[in-house]
């Protein structure tokens, strides 16, 4: 409320100033809608420019040959059709810039990478940045799991180089201008919602960083995805919507969906397999999951077009390698979906500790191109169970107390395995720490590792993070008690009814892999299996995100103070009357008046003319 | 009786004492508790700023060579001599120039670089003597029959601060020493003129502060089209890629950069921070179709189209995320291999002979036909072309010295101004941007004050931290810096001593004091609350508090003229 009241005069206040410049130019707005002028080229500067100024330096004129292309890109979409009969889509776009963002040399010349992201990336000297916007909430009992994990509503975790020294003070400037850039209320990070979980968001590129100081993480669960975001994150593509996969990319349809997520991942990666030098890696990821039943008129019939509104014809002519790969693991046989253009290549990946095959496109192939340009798929599903996933709620009743739940499964027949769990609460959830139990199976589970931080209020939410046991094929239930807090008048969003949100929780595992993972980061693998790096044979590692809560708050009526002003007022203003009255009153003694019988006499007497009693 | 005299007396105490705690307690604590913080403000030092009175000095050092001076001259010209003149701009704004000139005769190295071949050569040899601080001019007169500068040519101006003048014809000069410096000081003053400011040049500073009459369309195009005086600028080149499938475009920017951007860029460095940066974007198309010309095989743009080129593409430039300095764009764009080649036409229809334009504080595009290079239809699209830079960097060298106003006017007749190349810039055309620039940081920050401090006048409400008063104060406690009154003051102060560098940094600290306190959020805080809200709240206190006391106020005041009344009666 105090903001919407401040944003009219802020802009008058700013106005004032630019009123006087105007008045100033509307004299020459004439001059401006032809202000073009060509440029006159004095004879005398092109000669001089044609001799460098400093001998020393080589002349840059025709340099023998183009220079190695020190950057590269490429682009890929991946559709898996999903158990429950929706059709997942991720696409990928990677970048990868030989350049050294953590030297000392300033990078600024750009050619594939983005300015604006690189800029940044400079300026606030970061060295990796995980940024996600995510409309829906992914269902992985339904729908398995999902190459990319991501929170609904927007996160946001950056790590940042060791030369930074006022590490808050950065990533406050880092959020304000990144919400400028995606066009998102990521200025709302503040330090209330920000933590440093000290185990579970690790780099994921290169460097062995172990001071989580430099580590900030916050989410914004309320964050809505929209168009506003997708436009500012497809601008970063070096192919813009203009050619590629990326003209697929119709905010229409992508947001007719029942899961959106777009993500921004930078982070030093080798550059060669000894990792002598870094590079920079920008991945850009888009999933969405589209919802087959209420769009498809009870059809399972799906193509490109269908999904799109849009159809592949070319690659970008920038992209060193541009593929489609189609999820095919279902159909061994082909008995159970067709897919057409025939499937010219087929491969085989390891993702997320399973084996799958898919259908490749190459679209830098001519060849891939055929007359229908479009893919129909016909699709039939079998159930499968993912090995881990999540549940979590609120229990409990009144406006006090509440209790969080958090249910954790493990579907592995046999094997037990560890996970990471963490919970960021804001502080106005008073979390109490002594209530917290673990069960699986009714028997207690003791953490093997909890680091807690309790929160500070107005300054720091509470960090809750723990290393767990899962034993095979079990539920595990966290629970942990909180009160809630009466927040100040102001605190309250503007529609404090709608509730609160709590970020989601975050599970971070490595769950035992049925098929043996391939540890040999630097091969040639494709792009959607390769965002983890994988350490071990026997494991592989996953990040499941819970759903986000939304708390009820007791919320006062709003009208409240003026109510309580008002009523104050009068019981100020009876008691001060009353004691006023008393002190100024003139107290006399008074004669007793006549009886009521003499009065009505001599009322009869004035009419008769009679002298009064 | 006289109990009941005794009881309304007491009453009448009562009210009367509880009517004077409501005045001396209750109205001065309202008072206090609902006022809006206000810091002090040095209101009468930013009003005596509103009136600005410049004072700029420029040291002068008038050197006589041999041959110019007879010696009954040489015993009576004075040493030095202050010429001053004063410039009304309007109500508020008086300027004053003033030439403090040193009169001396040369010594023998100098009169040695005096006969140099060429004066050139002697430009060079008299600055290795002698470094002249920044801001100062020195004249050297040399005799009317010198060889040293070519015919018809009386005064030559060098890369340095110096500058080189024929003393006139003997007879026109005349004998006395008052005559001779009657001859000369005019010459030198436009001398310093064209080395230093002005009058015209101080006056387009001004422009932020003093309404100009529109003088013509030519004089107005040229004072808008350099960027506006900043701490700071970006610049950015962008090659414009619209059709990548035909073409592969290599341009070796940081060559290009290096070794033509940067020498000028680093003789700049006293003005302002500048930032390269360059990026190369992809189907970057332009706004307008160009249309066909068939007698010239060719696409042409015309001038009038201009305007709208860039908009389409300006969406995809990117501002500059991480500064919020004024951002100088430079765009490369090659034309698609379907609209090539593509000519730029001016407004009488002539091809322009760069393929480039500019627009006023905006930064210039060039544009840059490479269908030539294709080969004749036998390589494979997309075909690898690379970018002569050298072409490109001379056209936008060319626009990068016009928008950041280093333009040389052209110089009064017999002047030879020595041509300094595309990239150099000589130490006096530094001096010229840096007295505008310092003059017009001065004003862009006096306006800003004075308007704020207005503002702050008429609006009660607006509360006045200690952080925001810091920055228009004398110093700033929180970030240890000075504020815009101080670093006004002492700008003012170095300017009137002549100390041209210092001016000017204490002017760019004044410009961002003065931001800063321009934008200060904490001004914003308790801006919004209206009246009608406040009596809502008072009056339910107020109204029942106020009433009794003022009635027994008015009681007691019509019964003690009753009693005066009663009292006059008896008398009589």
């Known amino acids: 409320i105090a903001n919407s009241y401040n944003r009219p005069t802020l802009i008058q206040l700013q106005n004032t100033r630019e009123e006087e410049e105007e008045q100033q130019t509307t004299a020459q707005q004439e001059e401006q809608t032809k202000r073009w002028e060509a440029t006159e080229l004095e004879e005398e500067h092109v000669h001089d420019a044609a001799v460098p100024p400093l001998a020393g330096d080589p002349p840059a004129a025709d340099p023998p040959s183009p220079p190695p292309s020190k950057d590269d890109f490429q682009e890929e979409l991946v559709i898996r059709p999903l158990h429950s009969g929706d059709i997942y889509a991720s696409f990928q776009f990677r970048t990868v810039w030989d350049a050294d963002f953590m030297g000392d040399q300033k990078v600024s010349h750009y050619r594939l990478f983005p300015k604006s992201l690189g800029q940044v990336i400079t300026k606030f000297s970061v060295r990796e940045l995980h940024i996600s916007f995510t409309q829906g909430y992914w269902r992985t009992m339904q729908w398995g799991q999902p190459y990319l994990p991501s929170p609904p509503g927007a996160e946001l975790w950056v790590w940042f180089q060791d030369t930074v020294t006022d590490v808050d003070g950065t990533w406050k400037e880092l959020t304000n201008v990144l919400s400028g850039i995606f066009c998102a209320s990521l200025n709302f990070i503040d330090s209330t919602n920000t933590v440093q979980p000290s185990a579970s968001f690790k780099p994921l590129g290169i460097g062995n960083v172990t001071d989580h100081s430099f580590l900030r993480y916050a989410t914004l669960p309320r964050e809505i995805v929209c168009t506003e975001n997708l436009t500012p994150w497809k601008k970063l593509l070096p192919c813009g919507s203009k050619a590629g996969l990326s003209v697929l990319l119709k905010s229409e349809k992508l947001f007719h969906s029942t899961f959106h997520s777009q993500a921004v991942h930078v982070r030093p990666v080798c550059q060669d397999p000894q990792c002598r030098t870094t590079s920079m890696e920008l991945r850009q990821t888009l999933n969405v999951v589209f919802d087959l039943h209420t769009s498809g008129q009870g059809k399972r019939e799906w193509s490109l077009f269908k999904m799109f509104s849009r159809t592949l014809t070319e690659a970008c002519p920038l992209a060193s390698s541009s593929k489609v790969y189609v999820d095919v693991t279902d159909n061994p046989q082909g008995e159970q979906f067709e897919l057409s253009p025939a499937t010219p290549l087929l491969t085989q990946a390891v993702v997320l500790g399973d084996r799958r095959t898919y259908s490749v496109y190459d679209l830098t192939q001519q060849a891939s191109f055929g007359s229908s340009r479009s893919l129909n798929m016909l699709l039939r599903w079998k159930m499968l169970r993912p090995l881990l996933h999540s549940e979590r709620y609120v229990a409990g009743y009144g406006l006090q107390a509440g209790e969080i739940h958090t249910l954790i499964y493990n579907h592995h027949p046999y094997r037990a395995f560890p996970v990471l769990l963490l919970s960021a609460v804001p502080w106005y959830l008073r979390l109490y720490i002594h209530t917290l139990t673990v069960s699986s199976k009714g028997k207690d589970n003791r953490p093997s590792y909890i680091h807690y931080q309790p929160s500070k209020d107005r300054e720091r939410p509470h960090l809750l993070e723990m290393l767990l046991q899962l034993p095979p094929n079990s539920v595990t239930e966290v629970t942990v008690e909180f009160e809630r807090a009466l927040l100040k008048w102001t605190e309250y969003t503007p529609d404090p009814n709608h509730g609160f949100y709590v970020g989601s929780s975050v599970i971070s595992a490595l769950v035992p892999s049925v098929v043996a993972m391939d540890t040999n980061s630097t091969l040639d693998r494709p792009l959607f299996s390769s965002f983890f790096p994988c350490k071990e044979e026997a494991s592989y590692f996953m990040r499941v995100y819970t759903e986000p809560l939304l708390v009820n708050l007791p919320t006062p009526d709003f009208s409240m103070p003026y109510n309580v002003i008002c009523l104050t007022c009068t019981v100020v203003a009876v008691g001060y009357g009353s004691l006023y009255n008393l002190l100024t009153r003139t107290f006399q003694v008074d004669e007793p008046s006549p009886g009521l019988a003499k009065r009505i006499a001599n009322v009869i007497r004035r009419f008769r003319g009679v002298p009064l009693l | ?572």
């Open chain 2, 1 to 572: 009786m006289a109990t009941a005299e005794v009881e309304r007396k007491r009453g009448q105490l009562a009210a009367l004492s509880i009517a004077v705690v409501v005045v001396l307690v209750g109205v001065p604590l309202w008072w206090r508790t609902t006022e809006t913080y206000r810091a002090w403000l040095p209101v009468n030092q930013i009003n005596e700023l509103a009136e600005l009175q410049l004072q700029l000095s420029v040291d002068v050092e008038v050197v006589f060579s041999r041959g110019t001076l007879m010696p009954e001259q040489q015993k009576k010209v004075p040493f030095t001599r202050t010429q001053e003149e004063a410039q009304k701009v309007d109500d508020d704004t008086t300027l004053r120039y003033r030439y403090e000139s040193k009169y001396r005769t040369a010594n023998i190295m100098e009169e040695d670089a005096l006969k140099q071949p060429t004066a050139a050569e002697a430009d060079l040899s008299l600055h290795t003597l002698s470094a002249s601080p920044c801001g100062s001019v020195v004249v050297y007169v040399i005799p009317e029959t010198s060889v040293l500068l070519p015919q018809g040519v009386d005064v030559y101006i060098g890369h340095r601060r110096t500058a080189v003048l024929r003393m006139g014809a003997p007879m026109s000069v005349g004998k006395n020493h008052k005559q001779l410096l009657a001859h000369l000081e005019p010459r030198i003053t436009q001398v310093v003129q064209v080395m230093s400011f002005s009058h015209t040049d101080i006056t387009a500073a001004l422009s932020d502060r003093v309404r100009l009459s529109p003088g013509s369309k030519e004089s107005l195009a040229d004072s808008m089209r350099s960027f506006k005086s900043s701490p700071g600028y970006e610049i950015t080149f962008s090659l414009l890629n619209p059709d990548p499938k035909s073409h592969r475009l290599d341009w070796d920017i940081e060559g290009a950069v290096h070794s033509y951007i940067q020498p000028l860029l680093t003789k700049l460095a006293p003005l302002a921070n500048f930032s390269i940066d360059s990026q190369i974007l992809y189907y970057a198309m332009l706004g307008v179709n160009p249309r066909f010309d068939s007698s010239l095989e060719a696409y042409t743009l015309n001038a009038d189209s201009l305007a709208h080129v860039i908009n389409p593409v300006e969406a995809r430039l990117g501002s500059n995320a991480a500064s919020s300095n004024p951002v100088l764009n430079f765009l490369l764009y090659v034309p698609d291999a379907h609209h090539s080649p593509l000519y730029i036409h001016d407004h009488q229809k002539q091809p322009v002979a760069s393929n480039a334009f500019h627009s006023p504080r905006w930064g210039g595009i060039m544009v840059y036909n490479v269908n030539d290079l294709y080969g004749r239809g036998e390589t494979p699209l997309p075909v690898n072309i690379n970018i002569n830079m050298e072409k490109v960097m001379g056209v936008f060298l060319a626009q990068l010295r016009l928008m950041l106003g280093v333009q040389s006017s052209p110089a009064p007749p017999g002047f030879l101004v020595e041509p300094c190349g595309g990239a150099g810039l000589a130490d006096w055309e530094l001096d010229r941007l840096m007295w505008s620039r310092t003059v017009e940081n001065v004003a862009t920050a006096t306006t800003t004050i004075t308007s704020l401090a207005q503002l702050l006048d008429q609006i009660g409400n607006i509360l006045c931290s200690l952080s925001f008063a810091g920055s228009v104060n004398l110093f700033h406690y929180i970030n240890n810096k000075l504020g815009t009154v101080t670093s006004l003051q002492l700008a003012v102060a170095e300017l009137e001593a002549g100390n041209l560098g210092f001016a000017l940094q204490y002017s760019k600290e004044a410009i961002l004091a003065s931001e800063r306190a321009f934008f200060d959020p904490s001004l914003l805080h308790l801006l919004y609350f209206p009246d009608d809200q406040k009596f809502a709240i008072y009056i339910p206190l107020f109204l029942p508090m106020c009433v009794p006391i003022l009635l027994s106020l008015i009681k007691i005041a019509s019964e003690a003229r009753q009693r005066r009344k009663l009292k006059q009666s008896k008398k009589d």
